[in-house]
Structures are given as structure tokens and as C-alpha cells.
């Protein structure tokens, strides 16, 4: 097995890394700010209005407008035909089973990843109790910020469960958390959307769980599975917020029936469940992996708990799946107090606490951190596939969450052995990546987009309209033959997926399991004229053993690099076609470790400059040179 050992080198100086200012800063510049303003603005007045017709009803029918049954608690979301709608959290060894052990600190990756500087946005139904010893920090003070903890609803033990699975320290080790060192904000879910548009205009906010939902019991069929205001309002906030990602629990009405869904025991997604752009979690039954140290899945089966998808558009959710059942965790009754819960509940948070482990090490490579696109796709490309289904389902999604194959992408990447990429597609242009296979192993190619927020489906039942607006089409040819990516079945989500035109997924991905020695040519275009908003950024995520990767068709003109092997200095130059960027040029050793790093401001037509590298030592090393949409990675020697 493979260890990841060079980052052992960037983890030594936590404060360089994560979320610091500068990097804030980052993340705010490709943010529309004014437009989460006025987002926030619309959802106070919405929830002023809401607040007003629940507190009548409440009083005019003498009901509580809070329940609380043991772990359980329940409150009335909003009125509809008189009748209250209740929000409910969705209670019923994840680290082992998503292979986050491998990247954490003592893990066989080598890569010690804690969260330490970074930090994630916990809603839920009630505060956590941030004074637990899990939380707590040398000389005092805690991990958990609680800005909602004199709310109505209070300290929970399911918000304090849920923020456990994502950051215990391991003061038990049994209930250690997936971060362990990271920052945690915790609010409860009244006015959620608000205070994640707060959290991100102010801080940065990458990641947010939330283990909580509308059931079906409270919901009318119409509503389920529909792609409503609420569904909307969160895919509003993430086109605005293109590094924000939001983990949100599938629900647990998995044994649950209605009368009116798209098929029997499916169709049970209610509200942001069926947002495009968030990534919803299914429940995986105590998942079996091999304990030789490869992190295989050897078993996977779903808690019957957990709720069905997919969309009523035909899209897949839930989109991937965690271990949820008998978490062990931090409880709220005192400092030192845990417990069990199962749910889906239990497996968002597995998933959140590890995604934010990805973008820290990513920062650590990269020293900039995914966009939402970029984290959710890799997540999806990399999940292991239940062996009942092949491709994605409406019950598991794409598959287990695996940490570990994540990681290993990302160093891959680096290596120059797998593709992790940020592109960007104009309307009427044709994106093409060539690569060459040597047969010997499956070719996985995945694209992601965070799409504009479609059109407000609220009410109409069993809508199959797809709510896509860009609608990306990733296509892989070699010789006659054209691969075409995964999509459900929309005649019948019981049966497995099919291949073919995918007119309704903002993810796609495409598997070659055994192909020839052959070059492909991989294709990212789009339907319609033109594409809202003129362009649509996507992420481009390609793996397999044995590729060898050439450049997208956004190349460099006339490019040279010289002399060739050299005893440390290189030259340079290209054809500046594009002399409005800046050029950036990283340099790695063949473990991945970043040796130089440059960015040049150039203004002429032609680009050329001196790289000194006589002060590292003798070898191969990998040259990234990009400038905006253009890229290439070259072979230098060092003699």
C-alpha cells in the first residue's frame, strides 16, 4: 500500500494552512457576496412571515410548537392548508468504514490530518454542549462556538452526537471524531439559511452538516421528491458560494409508505434533500472492510431506515452513503456523558467531518482549497458501488464514502497520474482531454458542476421535468466507440442504471472497465445555444493505473522548456495568447512535495522566464505551468 509520506513535511506549521485570512479573502473573491446579502435579506422577511402564521396557529389551536421524545425533537417548519409541517432530526465506527482512519493522525497514509485551523458549520435541533471534555482545548475554552444556545430549543444530545462524529478529540478513543482538532460553529436549524449565508460572507465557511428534515408523514406526496422553494433557496446560495458545499442527511422514512410517490418504497425526499448542488447521505448497515490494511469494501447493505430517493426528475439521490448505525458519540446530559444513535443523522456527519479532512489536505498541496464542485465529485467518482446495483441507485447513491481513494486522487493528481482539475466552459465551446491506456485497468472520468438554481416546482406532483439549467455532457471516445456516462433509469428507478444521454445530473461520470491500448478523447460540451450566465465553471476528476495524460486542447502556443535535463536552471517560453493572467508555475518531486512555487505577471506576447532550481537536490520533477483556463504539467530533470 501506498503511503502519502510527503505532507508530512506541511503539517509541521498548522498556522501556514486551513482557513487564515489571506485564504478567507480567497474564498470571499470568487463569491457573490451582494447576491447572498440580498438572498439573506428575502429569507429573514420569509421566516418573519412564517414565524408570525406558527405562533398563530400555535396559539389559536393550544399546540407546542416544540416536541421532544427523548433524542428525537421535532418543531412546526411552516403552516400549510392549516396543518403544521414539523422539521425533524433524523435520528434512528464511522472513521473505519469511510477509511477516514487512513488519513488521520497515525493512519497508513501517513498524512496526519486533524482539521486543526479549519472549522465547519453544525445545524441542528438544539445547541451542542460545547463544554464537553471532547471539545475542550488546552488551558481552557472550547472547540464549539454555540451563538444559538439560549434558543427555545436548547442543549441536545443529538446536536452534541452529531458534532461528536465530526470532531471529538478522543479523550475515549471509541468516539474519536473524523476531525478531530477542527473549530465547530453550532446553531439550531430556525433560520438556517440566513446563518450560513452569515458564516460564509464572514468566514469562509466551506462545509455544513445538517442532520434534520421535513418526514414524510408531514409532507404531502406533492411535495415529496419535488424540487420546491426550499430545494431552490439552498442551490441559490451555493451558485453564489462556489466553495461552500452543505451535507444534509437523507432521512430515515426508509420503511415508511404514502400513497402518491414515483414507485413503491422510493420517492421520499422532501424539501433541500433534492437540491442539486448539496451532497445528501443515505445510511450504509455497518459496512465490512478487509483488515489487510488496503481499506477494501468487502460488504456493503443499507439500513432499511434509510430514506429512498431519487428526485422526481430522475436525478440520483441520495448521492453517496456513510455508516450511520450505533455511532458511538458525545451526549449532552454532562461533560463526560455518550451514547448510541443510528440514523441517517449519524452517517451526514461521518461524511462532513472527513470532507472537511480533504480540503485541508488539498490546502496543503495547493495552498487554495476546492470548490464545492471539485469536493463533491471527487467523492462521488471515488465511492465504492454496492454490488447489487452497478452504477448509481436511488438508495445508496453512488456508493460508501471512501476517504482513503480520495486522498490517494489528490496526491495522484499532483503526481501527474490522475486528473483533478478546474475548467471553465463558454457557451458553444467544446472542451477535449486525449489520454492514452494501456488496457490493463478500469478508466473512471467524473465531471461536476454547481448548477444555477432552477425553477420552483412546489406543489406539482411527480414533476418529471428536469430542473437542470446547464446541462453539461461529458462524452469518452476512442476509435467508432463513444462511452456515455451513468443515469437511472427513468422508466423504472427499481432497476439498475443505464448509460446513455444524462439530461438531468449535475454530476456525471463515465467507467471504461477494461479498455485496449488505445488513446481516448474525453469531451466536456453543452446542450442549447448558450449556457446561463455565458459561462459554466465544472471539475474534471480522471483516474486510472496505467493513463498517460496529455494536455486539454486550452494549450499553451509554441510551448519549450530548456535545456533538458539541466543542473538546475530552466527556461521557459510560450506564445501568451491569453497575456491578461497571470502565469503560475509550481514545481513537485515525484513524492508530490512542492519545491517552487511563482507567479509572473506578464504582458508581452510571449512569455519567457528563468526558473532557479540549483538550490534542490538531483531528480525528476513535475513543472505545472497554467495561466487561467491553459495548463500543462512537464517532466524536468535535475542532474
Known amino acids: 500500500m501506498k503511503k502519502i509520506c510527503f505532507v508530512i513535511v506541511c503539517v ?80 434512528l465506527g464511522g472513521a473505519r468504514t469511510s477509511r477516514t482512519n487512513f488519513v ?113 408523514e408531514n409532507a404531502t406526496a406533492a411535495n415529496i421528491g419535488t424540487y420546491n422553494s426550499e430545494a431552490r433557496s439552498w442551490d441559490q446560495i451555493a451558485y453564489s458560494a462556489p466553495y461552500y458545499l452543505q451535507v444534509v442527511s437523507a432521512g430515515n422514512d426508509g420503511s415508511n409508505t404514502y400513497t402518491g410517490g414515483n414507485a413503491s418504497g422510493y420517492d421520499k425526499l422532501v424539501g433541500e434533500k433534492n437540491s442539486k448542488n448539496n451532497l445528501i447521505v443515505a445510511n450504509a448497515d455497518d459496512p465490512v472492510i478487509s483488515t489487510d490494511g488496503n481499506g477494501t469494501l468487502l460488504s456493503l447493505n443499507i439500513s432499511s431506515s434509510s430514506s429512498q430517493g431519487p428526485s422526481d426528475d430522475g436525478r440520483v439521490k441520495p448521492d453517496i452513503s456513510a455508516d450511520g448505525n450505533n455511532v458511538f458519540s458525545t451526549y449532552s446530559t454532562d461533560d463526560s456523558a455518550y451514547g448510541r444513535l443510528s440514523g441517517t443523522s449519524m452517517a451526514s456527519p461521518t461524511i462532513a467531518g472527513s470532507l472537511l479532512l480533504m480540503q485541508e489536505y488539498y490546502n496543503q498541496l495547493h495552498s487554495n482549497f476546492m470548490r464545492s464542485a471539485t469536493l463533491k465529485g471527487l467523492a462521488c467518482h471515488t465511492a465504492d458501488d454496492d454490488v447489487y446495483s452497478i452504477g448509481p441507485d436511488p438508495i445508496f447513491g453512488w456508493g460508501l464514502i471512501n476517504i482513503k481513494a480520495m486522498a490517494e486522487t489528490i496526491a495522484d493528481a499532483v503526481e501527474g ?20 491506456s494501456t488496457g490493463s485497468s478500469p478508466i473512471i472520468a467524473t465531471i461536476c458542476w454547481t448548477d444555477p438554481a432552477g425553477t420552483d416546482r412546489s406543489g406539482i406532483l411527480n414533476d418529471t421535468d428536469p430542473v437542470l439549467v446547464n446541462d453539461l455532457d461529458l462524452r469518452i471516445t476512442q476509435g467508432d466507440t463513444t462511452y456515455m456516462p451513468w443515469k437511472l433509469n427513468s422508466a423504472n428507478v427499481t432497476q439498475s442504471a443505464t448509460k446513455g444521454d444524462n439530461i438531468v445530473d ?32 465544472f471539475s474534471l476528476i480522471l483516474t486510472g493505473s496505467d493513463l498517460v495524460l496529455s494536455n486539454s486542447d486550452f494549450e499553451y502556443d509554441e510551448f519549450s522548456i530548456w535545456p533538458n535535463p539541466s543542473k538546475g536552471e530552466f527556461n521557459i517560453r510560450f506564445n501568451n495568447n491569453n497575456s491578461s493572467e497571470n502565469v503560475k508555475i509550481d514545481v513537485y518531486d515525484i513524492s508530490g512535495r512542492l519545491v517552487y512555487k511563482n507567479t509572473y505577471t506578464n504582458n508581452s506576447s510571449q512569455f519567457n522566464e528563468t526558473i532557479n532550481l540549483t538550490d534542490v537536490a538531483s531528480g525528476v520533477y513535475l513543472a505545472n505551468i497554467s495561466q487561467g483556463n491553459t495548463k500543462t504539467t512537464k517532466k524536468i530533470i535535475i542532474e
Not at 161 to 169: K, L, M, Q, R
Open 12 to 91: 509541521i506549521s498548522f498556522n501556514i494552512y486551513s482557513q487564515n485570512e489571506s485564504e478567507v479573502k480567497e474564498i470571499l473573491r470568487n463569491t457573490d457576496v451582494a447576491s447572498l446579502e440580498s438572498l439573506k435579506a428575502d429569507f429573514l422577511k420569509q421566516q418573519k412571515v412564517n414565524d408570525d402564521i406558527i405562533n398563530a396557529y400555535v396559539i389559536a389551536n393550544n399546540v407546542p410548537r416544540i416536541i421532544k421524545d427523548g433524542d428525537k425533537v421535532m418543531e412546526i417548519r411552516k403552516i400549510v392548508n392549516n396543518k403544521p409541517v414539523y422539521i425533524s432530526t433524523d435520528n
Open 104 to 216: 488521520q493522525a497515525g493512519g497508513d497514509l501517513g498524512l496526519n490530518l486533524t482539521g486543526n485551523s479549519m472549522y465547519i458549520g453544525i445545524w441542528d435541533g438544539g445547541s451542542v454542549l460545547a463544554t464537553h471534555n471532547e471539545f475542550r482545548v488546552f488551558g481552557g475554552g472550547s472547540r464549539v462556538e454555540t451563538p444559538d444556545a439560549a434558543s427555545s430549543l436548547g442543549i441536545s444530545n443529538h446536536g452534541t452526537h452529531v458534532t461528536g462524529t465530526i470532531g471529538a478529540s478522543g479523550v475515549n478513543s471509541s468516539a474519536k471524531g473524523m476531525a478531530t482538532a477542527t473549530d465547530m460553529i453550532s446553531y439550531d436549524w430556525n433560520g438556517d439559511s440566513g446563518e450560513v449565508i452569515n458564516e460564509i460572507t464572514n468566514n469562509g465557511l466551506l462545509l455544513s452538516n445538517h442532520s434534520y428534515g421535513i418526514p414524510i
Open 417 to 436: 497520474t490522475a486528473v483533478l482539475s478546474e475548467e471553465t466552459l463558454n457557451s458553444s465551446q467544446t472542451f477535449t482531454y486525449t489520454f492514452t
Open 506 to 537: 449535475n454530476v456525471e461520470r463515465i467507467n471504461i472497465n477494461s479498455g485496449e491500448v488505445a488513446t481516448y478523447t474525453l469531451t466536456v460540451t453543452h446542450k442549447n445555444p448558450f449556457l446561463t450566465g455565458g459561462t459554466q465553471p
